[in-house]
């Protein structure tokens, strides 16, 4: 039976991507997003298109049981999930502190860190049964540290990046890899950044930084990481790793003054 | 009109010994806990027997509105809150992933990060409107890795952490000096620790640890860095710092092999 | 006999002035410099006329001997030497890699790594003897994350910062204190900011962020800092903490874009 | 002409493994070591039977200009140097303080942290002009944390971690990528992990969790990885990341009590 990658945010961006480079290496890439029936349907046909094999799944992640469900209906109809990508963002943008409603904040919470930990609860066990695993965590420089305005995103990813620690430290040996991936910039993804700027200045950032700079994270080349992760031999596995463009700054640096 | 110390999580540990340092100081301290309306008249008492003013309060900071209640109603009739030490624990043990339940994960959310969202979001505007004021935050080195068994309580100190760093980088300018004070160690809390270790294990601690070994921390000793912190000028402000006993390896530390 | 506070690095900035600190709390102030003969019997003439107890050495701490010489005769002629702040800075200023020579990259690490490695192994087996110490140790931000630029103040930072840990993590349990201070901004200090800006630059930052504003770290507030790590209980020492103006953004903020 | 990978430190665990790897993919590996010609002929050997090309140095890298001409050397007579992985180690063992002579101490700052500065100073500059080139640093856990006994590593590792990030600052925008690689575990590398245990418990290390139970980091697969790095799109560069033997506890865990 094939394996299968399971893509919890399978946008345009990071997750479509990295689902189409485990199908190219074999897998079913499960693709599962919130919204954008044809965007999803798009992805699962350029994957079958290559030869791939993909389904894809609309869904609403924060809502009860709708993990739990398509976990155990993966496993049913699809197969046994070999590959998780927890690929589920919460970045509302900067919002001061009395502009940040409480619901604000608790949707940050369960989409980044609730719903990781519903994931891990539902597929590690099985995992553990089959003899081994990966899960693959996207996460954000807001993990490491809070700028202003982002008290729900980085509330929401340092609980992400401290969950992903305790599942490896009681996963790890029992041959079940957790590994968090710091995206430390700018992603060259249509379905986040360019709603979240607007298709014009997407445009101009594009034109400005895009693929002939190579100064936007290009999900294609990401996905090379996410792979060789996933299969790195378990004598040398890799927890955390950071990913920008050359051309950024790291966020622990400040540009000389 | 007296300056208010307020504190959530006013145990006979570090809440309760904080709040007693700053009466002794001249501030209105107010005592709120969850449980044992006994031993927070207790403290109540000792304060005032030492001419300090205080008021205690049993909540449940976990319920909604309560939180925001209080400060309304301290504002109301004790008087401008000046300082609050943020004490609440989410510390449940050790529990493996698929004995932690969803429940006491969120629970784990609730009380160590949502919680001091909403004292933040209760809290700050009024003291940016009076010039000024101090958060104290009590957290953990679940904030900065995560062990085995330690899901639900890394989380939300994880997030915790992260919270403490959006709060400063937004309202340090405004003059509110918020801290992280990581707990590197065992307390000599009686109501926590206490109650974790049994009465008999923790009589056993305190005998090969305790005061006269200070190999356990001692509240009344914390409560002096936290006094500190709460009066450093403005051109000197520590955002975090850890605690430990001298005998205690710090987290980061690994005995030799 | 009185105890001592010797001071490596005895400036008119963070040096000095905690030097002073300690003299008005019946410390015995060793102050030691490496130019500057007026601007030391200053200090200590201003720390006497307050009744203290003070003395200045001009010395070269990068020289063969003459730490362990200056231990070894402070020792002997004043007293016990019980509080150590090793204040040594490397700082040069932002050089690209090509304008950073060899002798420069070494004489960082000399100042900033190997001298407080020197004064370590003169004093702290002393301290031990005599049942406990202190040795606070001034460092930076670069000791953190390294900026472009920076190649010898960073590396020699990033291995002070690993050396009070080993330091701490071998002697704490042998009742002696090693605190590392991370000084992230720009202190009010005219024998190190004042130098490297100018006499015109540093009076303009005076007046744009000085002591009006409390936008500068001012020495006499760090000092309290200091003077308070010092004198912790051994039930609750602090290993690491941070001092910033309130008004900087901490190193690892950056401002929203 | 070939691509050189120019490798310091190269002995039969990760240096020359990473070095073959390279060759299996057409780069000249050019492997330097201190000592062992033979096993340093053997290597060159084993390379050149598959198909490979590689050259061995024996030399001493603490040696003043023995890297300048290095570099300069392999420039004029191999070919422009695309690649160097700098794997040169400082690790003595666990000693206290007293037992950590000055040159000791000033020995590891030499190889792990100046060293790494003059092989940059040398390469980097060479390989701006030629539009890029990879700088892959490995390093410790000593470099985020001081153990006791660590005195020299530590420092100098925490030194090594800083430079590589200024380096990266400097560079990175320049198409060069710097990668600092923490190795978390026990190195199944007779070279120096076996030495420094002796044969006799080496092969008993290796009997418990070795090869069988890869619960040692193997070479080969460790090679993979840093042949992963040097080939990631400059979209999506990693600058740091930890590898471990799936069965070891992460350096930040504790095992629970």
Same mark, same amino acid.
């Given at each position: 039976m094939?394996k299968?990658?399971?893509?919890?945010?399978?946008g345009?961006?990071?997750?479509?991507t990295?689902?189409r480079?485990f199908?190219?290496?074999?897998y *079913?890439?499960?693709?599962?997003r #919130?919204?954008?029936?044809?965007?999803?349907?798009?992805m699962v046909a350029?994957?079958?298109?290559e030869?791939?094999? @993909?389904t894809?799944?609309?869904?609403?992640?924060a809502e009860?049981?709708?993990?739990e469900d398509?976990?155990?209906?993966?496993?049913?109809?699809?197969?046994p999930?070999?590959v998780? !990508?927890?690929?589920?963002g919460?970045q509302?943008?900067?919002?001061s502190?009395?502009?940040?409603?409480?619901?604000?904040?608790? !949707?940050?919470?369960r989409?980044?860190t609730?719903?990781l930990? #519903?994931?891990a609860?539902s597929v590690?066990?099985l995992?553990e049964?089959?003899?081994?695993g990966?899960? !693959?965590v996207?996460s954000a420089?807001?993990?490491m540290?809070g700028?202003?305005?982002?008290?729900?995103h980085?509330a929401?990813?340092?609980?992400? #990046?401290m969950l992903?620690q305790?599942?490896n @430290?009681?996963?790890?040996?029992r041959?079940? *890899?957790?590994a *968090?991936?710091?995206?430390?910039?700018?992603?060259?993804?249509?379905?986040?950044?360019?709603?979240?700027?607007?298709?014009?200045n997407?445009?101009k950032l594009?034109?400005?930084?895009?693929k002939?700079?190579?100064g936007?994270m290009?999900p294609e080349h990401?996905?090379?990481?996410?792979f060789?992760?996933a299969?790195?031999?378990?004598?040398?596995?890799t927890?955390?790793l950071?990913?920008? @463009?050359?051309?950024?700054?790291a966020?622990?640096?400040h540009?000389?003054?």
């Amino acid at each position: 039976m094939q394996k299968v990658c399971l893509v919890l945010g399978a946008g345009a961006g990071i997750g479509g991507t990295v689902g189409r480079r485990f199908a190219q290496a074999g897998y *079913h890439a499960v693709l599962c997003r #919130r919204s954008d029936e044809q965007g999803l349907k798009r992805m699962v046909a350029a994957i079958e298109e290559e030869g791939g094999a @993909a389904t894809g799944r609309l869904l609403n992640a924060a809502e009860d049981g709708v993990i739990e469900d398509l976990v155990a209906d993966v496993e049913a109809t699809v197969g046994p999930i070999g590959v998780v !990508l927890f690929n589920l963002g919460a970045q509302i943008g900067n919002r001061s502190l009395v502009d940040t409603s409480y619901k604000a904040f608790e !949707l940050g919470w369960r989409l980044a860190t609730f719903a990781l930990f #519903r994931v891990a609860s539902s597929v590690l066990p099985l995992m553990e049964e089959r003899g081994g695993g990966t899960l !693959l965590v996207t996460s954000a420089t807001a993990a490491m540290r809070g700028n202003a305005g982002q008290h729900s995103h980085a509330a929401a990813m340092g609980g992400r #990046r401290m969950l992903c620690q305790t599942l490896n @430290a009681e996963y790890a040996a029992r041959n079940i *890899h957790v590994a *968090h991936v710091l995206i430390d910039g700018a992603v060259d993804a249509p379905d986040t950044l360019g709603k979240m700027l607007g298709a014009e200045n997407f445009a101009k950032l594009r034109a400005a930084r895009g693929k002939e700079h190579d100064g936007l994270m290009l999900p294609e080349h990401m996905a090379e990481t996410y792979f060789h992760l996933a299969h790195q031999h378990r004598s040398a596995w890799t927890h955390e790793l950071d990913l920008r @463009a050359y051309s950024d700054l790291a966020w622990w640096n400040h540009a000389p003054g």
